[in-house]
């Protein structure tokens, strides 16, 4: 070669990649204007006629509560919501997405409340009116917030026309299921102990509350028996004039003064506890214990007791005691029963217990049944605590005039040396007191305050009775769009919670434990509270009649009420409107129109009624193909629409649960302002960009409880730029490729051939994950295919070929087939996840090619591959790596593009499976390696260099410095070329192609 030749300058002679897409993505500032080209293109639309006609997918939206800034799990969220979406429309179906609000209910109400507290105001004051236009505009404010903050996110849906339980369609739709409710007779009004807040001052459900360990009083408390006429022994200590006294152990001081009776276990012998007993003090005086329990008693009470007899297994049926606080009279001088309870164990205590059927559920039911049970009559509630957790003005004891009268949930008014021990310990009945008993206790998950059970008035739907038939016309749900009519139960005989687990057991839940855990919720849940009182909500609307204590039901009034509602939203239901409602048949003296809200829950339950199937959105269908919300909602959302739907409908209103987990801190602690280790996503979305928020959402295992913090959001950062990096170099690879470059698979290299090959593979696993709903691994596959099979492996190893082959090769030229099949596949792949960047990258190859979220997923080639042999080169290729990197440090070569690679064999079937791939492409196995030249070599002859030996120790490498002069245009040192600076016969072909051509 001429010396002129050798001094040349190629790099104009290289093919380098060439694109206008950035390597820094600047997330924040460019993602609001695509979302306002997804806007005026009207994307979501287009996207809908296009999938018009094909299999159907509807994932119906739970709605949020309209009140306040998203926070994180909001954005978790919608974002695994929005996922199911996309990955289901990738799959050709048609996958609406109407989005939804919660907008009734407490919380809204106290903020409004607070405005008029501030402004020195009276909240009874105002007109209900008035107050609930007030309520509306908050929580109508708040969806406006919302909306956007959640379109921000990249959430593709009908955000112009969402569904709102304030709306009045809304509001009608939720009465018309009511009201089927009370013609089918699955309405009752009782009084019986039901979740109370006495902060809110209305009834709650078992969904509205939530478990928090506290310390409460405990104390001990003596009845002194008055008579005993099973017990011979009791009976003889009376007439001698000596006192026996029953001891209760509780921690709610302040439902003594509500006791009526007493508990004891009816069989303790055959239930093999053993019998209670009769222990006395220095006095004489008896205690009637459990003897079980005696010694954890004495360490309370620090009494010095004896044991005295034991009593036999009927000896406390049809005794009495009486109250400790007895001379007040009245009330407090009746006797209190002993009556037999299956429900009292020997965990804690004493083995007696205290009874106050207005806040206890087995005490409810038991003293209702006291007469059955041998007492004279049976024991009914008082409803002596008013709704802000007081006692009445008119109670015998700490009535609300009393100075020392406080809310009962109050821990000074239970405290040891508060007024109900104090007066207990002078009256000599209270044997201990401490303030250190640690369990768990009910909070309102609103207010965070502690709940009681509240004996009150309310309405109830019948967890145990025969539902009956399902038959309701479609001309009886003209105010909820014209429903289909769906069939009828098979049995009349099954009850809501036999059929509400039957379907759980036909639904599909993700994760399978979901199934349980709903169904032993069901299997155990009391009858459901339907009544609040409250003014923001849906009415409970019915009439009682007064004399009979009957609700009305008669289809032409319900009607009128439903399209009363329709109309007027639910200040039709008023005193003015009373008699119009009624009709002419009915005089409003004679029914009482009752005042109570729904229960939220059933707002939210109603949605599948009013939403899914409505006129008002004819894309969806009912039942959904699935539900998606936090795992709280298996007591919430997820039950409240089971009950409903069965209840209504005979079936669960979806086929699918999916639930995810809570997102806590960094360090596992749950976010708290108060320990500033919240995540914004707001302010996120505004350093990041929100395609990160999305990355991460879609890459934790969100099925379990997962973590988020600053550091994990730089890692997901980084991860974000290698993906985007990879997407840039296929661009700048694909510049102006054209079909007619397309080689044909049977023409293709083995290696391009195992890369298609593991893209079907890839192909078949997500797939598998979209059915399975299984993001976390979707991510994750993707991502290691981007970043391990190709960035780190194929792009790695044709990189040269790539930029030194001839234009017309077909090696490079199946390359760049290769590559843009990839790029169709993996910009689809990536779409639901990182929805603004794939945008992006789309519109950079494709300016006229309209949005990315318009493609499907497209059938592969399918490819085989030496996928075995290819496991063996890649396990070889780390160990080459590894030997070249101990070069590195050595300062033998700089690049692997310098080094000599010699590998050693301990078997000659390793050596026959290399030399196999050298036959086939020689210049393989030194691109797979990025290297000059390899050797192979039968034995080790190194002895001043670690062999770095691959997986099976079957071939190990040794790097040396390559001798042989380097490629001016490849920079590749091989033994053909004889000066740096000349070209390999490669290069020099190629460059002798464009020189002849220019």
Known sequence: MSEESSKRDYRD??????????????LPQKEPGILA???????????????????????HDGPPYANGNIHIGHALNKVLKDA????????????????????HGLPIEWKVEEKYKKKKRNKDEVPVREFRQECRDYAAEWVDVQREQFKRLGITGEWDKPYLTMAPEAEAGIVAELLKFAESGQLYRGAKPVMWSPVEKTALAEAEVEYEDITSTQIDVAFEIVEAPKSKAITEYLAEGKKVFAVIWTTTPWTIPVNQALAFHPHPFRSGIGNYALYKDANGDRFVLHPLLFEHFVERTGMELEFDKELIDSSLHNAAARHPMHHLGGFFAEPRPLLPGDFVTTDSGTGLVHMSPDHGEDDFELCKRAQSLGWKENINPKFVVDADGRYREDWGWLPRTDARNGSVINPKFNAPDGPICSDLREAGALLSASADYEHSYPHSWRSK????????????????????????????????GGAIALGTQASDTATLREIALGEIDKTRFVPA???????????????????????????????????????????????????????????????????TLLGEEYKLDDYEMIGDILDVWFDSGSTHAFVLESDNWPDLQSPADLYLEGSDQHRGWFQSSLLESCATRGHAPYKSVLTHGFTMA????????????????????????????????????????HRIGPEILKGVADQYRKLRNTFRYMLGALGGFEDSERVDVSEMPELER???????????????????????????????????????????????????????????????????????????????????????????????????????????????????????????????FSAAEE???????????????????????????????????????SQLFISGTVNLLQGNPFEQREVHWNSDKSVGAVVHKSPDAKCGRCWRLLPEVEEDGDLCNRCESVVAEMDASA
């Open 513 to 579: 434990k979901g199934k349980n855990r709903i169904g032993s919720m069901v299997e155990g849940r009391p009858d459901w509270v339907l009544s609040r009182q409250r003014a923001w909500g849906v009415p409970i609307t019915l009439f009682v009649n007064r004399k009979t204590g009957e609700y009305l039901v008669d289809p032409a009034v319900n009607q009128r009420i439903v399209d009363a509602i329709k109309a007027d939203g639910v200040d039709a239901w008023s005193e003015e409107n009373a008699q």
């Open 754 to 880: 195992y890369m298609l090959s593991l893209l079907g593979e890839l192909d078949a696993k997500l797939r598998q994950c979209i059915h399975d709903y299984d993001f976390n691994a979707y991510t994750r596959a993707l991502v290691d295919f981007m970043n391990e099979d190709l960035s780190a492996f194929f792009f790695d190893i044709r990189k040269d070929r790539l930029y030194c082959d001839a234009p017309g090769s077909v090696e490079r030229r199946a390359y760049r087939t290769v590559l843009d099949t990839l790029f169709h596949a993996l910009i689809r792949y990536a779409a639901p996840v990182l929805v603004f960047t794939s945008e992006e990258v789309w519109g950079t190859r494709y300016p006229d090619g309209g949005s990315v979220h318009m493609l499907e997923l497209e059938a592969l080639p399918e490819v085989t591959a030496d996928r075995e042999g290819w496991a063996f080169l890649r396990d070889l290729r780390d160990a080459v």
């Open 666 to 705: 960094a360090d596992g602690r749950k976010m708290s302002k108060s320990l500033g280790n919240t995540v914004d996503p707001l302010k996120v979305m505004e350093e990041y960009g929100a395609d990160i928020i999305r990355l991460w959402a879609l890459s934790v295992d969100y099925t379990e409880d």
């Open 887 to 925: 070069a590195r440090r050595d300062g033998l070569i700089k690049s692997t593009m310098q080094a000599r690679v010699s590998l050693v064999f301990e078997n000659q079937e390793a050596r026959d499976r290399l030399d196999s791939w050298l036959r086939s492409d020689d210049v393989l196995i």
């Open 449 to 480: 305050a502690k709940v009681i059970y509240r004996c009150t008035p309310q309405w109830f739907v019948p967890m145990d009775k025969p539902v009956g038939e399902f038959d309701y016309p479609i001309a009886d749900q003209g105010a909820i």
């Open 37 to 59: 080209r997804w806007e005026e293109e009207g994307v979501y639309k287009a996207l809908r006629e296009a999938r018009a006609g094909r299999e159907k997918f509807v994932l």
């Open 13 to 26: 002679t290289v093919f380098l990649p060439k694109t206008d897409f950035p390597m820094k993505a600047g």
């Open 84 to 103: 199911v979406v996309r990955t289901q429309s990738l799959l050709g179906r048609d996958a609406p997405y109407v989005p939804g609000w919660d907008c």
